[in-house]
């Protein structure tokens, strides 16, 4: 049995959908009662002790995933590894994200903590860390197809080594269900370097309409965003500043290799999920 952490959300449904093509028994902790593609469905706070003794008990494998900008995740992913050896659970998949150890982004800081905390633990364990998602523009979809414009708080010639999600769970799936993957660190990026001008370009062909990337200041982002609780919106606003000046881009290499095929092309991409 394979438990699934953050099951409902972008990542953990796909990744469900993929244990299941393969048909891998898989857990789902969810915290609302909601369909998933998985053999069981625990409910309970992922931040809880009790739901996490609950969840993991009978379990071989955890993938753990962490909801996303959880201001505590270090401390979080530190817990879930010491319950996962106190429940002798047999391997532990991380999903952390690409250049954890940058210190700007305070997010990925955590994730490098959990890391370490999992690389020290004595646990066999195995460390896959994404790009950014090419799944991530779908929200921005209606707005581009409304008023012609993609809008990014960061310069829209900085550079991305976007990943289709479904690659990325497939890639978990093998490193989840074949051996030899056992004390791996794997980035998982996409097979192009593209602007979100770029991007922009190779939506406005799909869809057959002009679009426009365009650069929101980060101020103005910021303003437009003052709803969000604090910790999300400051990391995410390190986040863009970080992009702004140095891009995400890293070899699609290791992901190639796990998929033993090219990874998908932003095009691969539309083609699949937009009509
Ligand atoms: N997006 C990217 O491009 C990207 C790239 C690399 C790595 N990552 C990492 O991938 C991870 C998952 O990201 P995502 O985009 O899939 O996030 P997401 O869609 O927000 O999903 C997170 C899930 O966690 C659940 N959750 C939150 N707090 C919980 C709690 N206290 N107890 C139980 N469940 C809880 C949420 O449940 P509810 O539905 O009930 O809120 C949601 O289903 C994050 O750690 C992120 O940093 C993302």
Do not use: C
């Amino acid at each position: 049995m394979i438990l699934v952490t953050g099951a409902s959300g972008k990542t953990g449904r796909v990744v469900l959908a993929a244990l299941q093509a393969h048909g891998a028994a898989a857990r789902a902790l969810v915290r609302t009662p909601q369909q998933v593609p998985a053999s069981e469905v625990i409910l309970g706070d992922l931040a809880d002790s009790s739901t996490m003794a609950a969840a993991l008990q009978g379990v071989d494998a955890l993938y753990l995933i962490m909801p996303n900008m959880h201001p505590h995740e270090a401390e979080l992913g530190a817990a879930w590894i010491a319950a996962a050896k106190a429940a002798s659970v047999r391997r532990v998949v991380y999903h952390s994200v690409l250049y954890p150890q940058i210190e700007a982004m305070p997010h990925h800081w955590q994730k490098l903590r959990v890391e370490e905390t999992l690389i020290q633990s004595g646990l066999d364990f195995t460390i896959l860390q994404p790009a950014s998602y090419m799944q991530n523009i779908l929200p921005y979809l209606p707005s581009i197809r409304a008023h012609g414009e993609y809008r990014v708080p960061y310069a829209v010639d900085a550079l991305f080594s976007p990943v289709d999600l479904e690659d990325v769970a497939a890639a978990a799936a093998r490193v989840l269900l074949e051996p030899g993957h056992s004390g791996a660190v794997y980035q998982l990026a996409g097979p192009e370097v593209l602007s979100s001008a770029e991007m922009a370009a190779q939506v406005a062909a799909h869809i057959r309409q002009p679009v426009a990337a365009v650069h929101q200041p980060l101020d103005s982002w910021r303003f437009s965003n003052a709803h969000l609780p604090a910790y999300t919106r400051d990391t995410l606003a390190a986040m863009f500043a970080y992009y702004n000046t140095h891009g995400f881009v890293a070899s699609s290499f290791p992901l190639a290799a796990l998929l033993k095929r090219a990874p998908s092309s932003f095009a691969d991409f539309m083609t699949r999920e937009i009509i």
